[in-house]
């Protein structure tokens, strides 16, 4: 068990609807990240937060947006669903305080979201 | 050209076979290393890391860096059934702000 928390785990939803994804980072992680993985794309890198403050943004589309809490959880907003966003999404944290360089990231189990 | 390279096998190997898995990456900036581990329908989870050039030794893993050859490997001596998974090669980029990953080696181990 890494510690972080992902709800929920499994998620069907109908093309166009929109859809939250929720994450609890490990205790004292002030770092999360989210990743997307599908069969074709392997694990792709969407949003890093750090202490509540976008930190980088990799391949997200405007359809998706993120953010987190001062508690440290965090939210994934998939909205205007297509079929091509089934996959799987990771939330990880890490325990540094900055982008290091060294940083190691722990995942959730992911949630499935399947788009029909 | 992506930063990280690695070829999605799958790879099969009898039991007590040693494994070598392998990715290339294009920025010589790169110093850390890591490899990921993760089986079917779960998370990745961190097996080992590198900095810089050189060897690291866990058990029956070795991670070994190449810089001039920008080329990373990992080897798994005696392996066994359950390390049967897909192995991800992945490296900090964006001043450590993200971490790029390979796409992921599905690795099979026969009994």
């Known amino acids: 068990d890494s510690g972080v928390t992902q709800t929920p785990k499994h998620l069907i939803t109908a093309t166009g609807q929109r859809v939250t994804l929720r994450c609890s980072p490990r205790?004292?992680?002030?770092?999360v990240y989210w990743y997307q993985q599908s069969l074709d794309q392997g694990l792709q890198f969407l949003i890093h937060?750090?202490?509540?403050?976008?930190?980088a943004k990799g391949n997200i589309l405007e359809r998706f947006s993120a953010q987190q809490f001062p508690d440290l959880h965090s939210e994934l907003n998939l909205s205007s669903l297509e079929l091509g966003d089934s996959a799987l999404y990771f939330c990880?944290?890490?325990?540094?305080?900055?982008?290091?360089?060294?940083?190691?990231?722990?995942f959730g189990e992911g949630s499935w979201l399947t788009v029909v | 050209q992506k930063e990280v390279e690695q070829d999605p096998g799958p790879l099969s190997v009898p039991e007590g076979a040693i494994v070598s898995l392998n990715c290339t990456y294009s920025?010589?900036?790169?110093?850390?290393f890591m490899w990921y581990r993760q089986y079917s329908r779960k998370g990745p989870e961190l097996l080992m890391y590198?900095?810089?050039?050189g060897n690291k030794e866990d058990g029956r893993f070795t991670a070994q860096v190449d810089k001039s050859s920008k080329y990373i490997s990992l080897f798994i001596r005696d392996s066994q059934p359950s390390d049967s998974a897909t192995y991800l090669c992945?490296?900090?980029?964006?001043?450590?702000?993200?971490?790029?990953f390979g796409a992921g080696t599905r690795l099979f181990v026969k009994a």
């Open positions: 992945a490296i900090p980029s964006g001043g450590g702000f993200k971490t790029i």
């Open positions: 990880a944290s890490s325990p540094n305080k900055q982008g290091t360089a060294g940083n190691t990231i722990y």
């Open positions: 590198t900095y810089s050039s």
């Open positions: 937060y750090y202490n509540g403050e976008e930190r």
């Open positions: 920025n010589s900036a790169f110093q850390y």
């Open positions: 205790s004292g992680d002030l770092s």
